[in-house]
């Protein structure tokens, strides 16, 4: 009776050690898995935030970059002047008494075609006698298109300091299939005069000289 009946005996010594080293490695486990549990979340989350942050980047640098820089193109501000404005029939007279207004003039050389493009002033003188022709053309560009016929100027034509002094004015003349051209540059304004009438700088000097008196 004794031997089945006492709490102390082998037997039931056994059976409570294993009750407890179960129960503590259950306990272990249920640990474990909320541990491993949460770490895939926070992994995710850290993941798509920087992915997030990364994309976002991107396309904000490539919006930034892709907005195209604008190409400075030739143009011409319109010209505040009337051909008697800038050759008055005074000069006109002085240079020629024969000349005066050509009432059909139409701009024909390619500096007068250039200047009317771009809002500039083109008129024509007509030999009332010999029915010759002067056509003048005053243009007001920008940078671009003022350099550009500048270089034009220097590559086909000759310098001719009586026109006016650099860096105020900066003359130059050519001869091209029988027309003689003068042009002149200022800050401001592209000046072209051209006659056949025109065979050397000093036969369209005072027409030159009178219409650079007229600019303001």
Request: net charge negative; proline share 7%; glycine share 8%.
């Amino acid at each position: 009776m004794t031997l089945f009946d006492s709490p102390a005996s082998p037997s039931a010594r056994r059976l409570r050690a294993g009750v407890f080293l179960c129960v503590g490695a259950l306990s272990l486990i249920g640990l474990s898995g909320c541990t491993a549990d949460a770490a895939p979340g926070a992994s995710g989350s850290a993941s798509a935030a920087a992915t997030g942050g990364s994309s976002s980047s991107a396309t904000a640098s490539a919006t930034a970059t892709s907005t195209p820089t604008p190409t400075p193109t030739p143009a011409g501000t319109a010209v505040a002047m009337s051909c008697t404005d800038l050759l008055t029939l005074d000069d006109v007279y002085a240079f020629n008494p024969n000349f005066g207004s050509d009432p059909s003039y139409k701009p024909t050389s390619a500096s007068a075609k250039t200047a009317a493009s771009f809002q500039g002033l083109t008129c024509g003188l007509l030999n009332q006698s010999s029915d010759g022709t002067i056509e003048i053309s005053l243009t007001q560009p920008n940078a671009v298109l003022m350099t550009q016929q500048q270089d034009k100027a220097v590559a086909s034509s000759k310098i001719v300091p009586t026109y006016g002094t650099p860096p105020t004015a900066q003359g130059f003349f050519t001869v091209s299939n029988g027309i003689g051209e003068a042009q002149v540059f200022t800050d401001t304004y592209w000046l072209t005069i051209s006659s056949s009438n025109f065979l050397e700088p000093g036969d369209a000097e005072s027409l030159v000289s009178a219409a650079l008196g007229h600019l303001k």
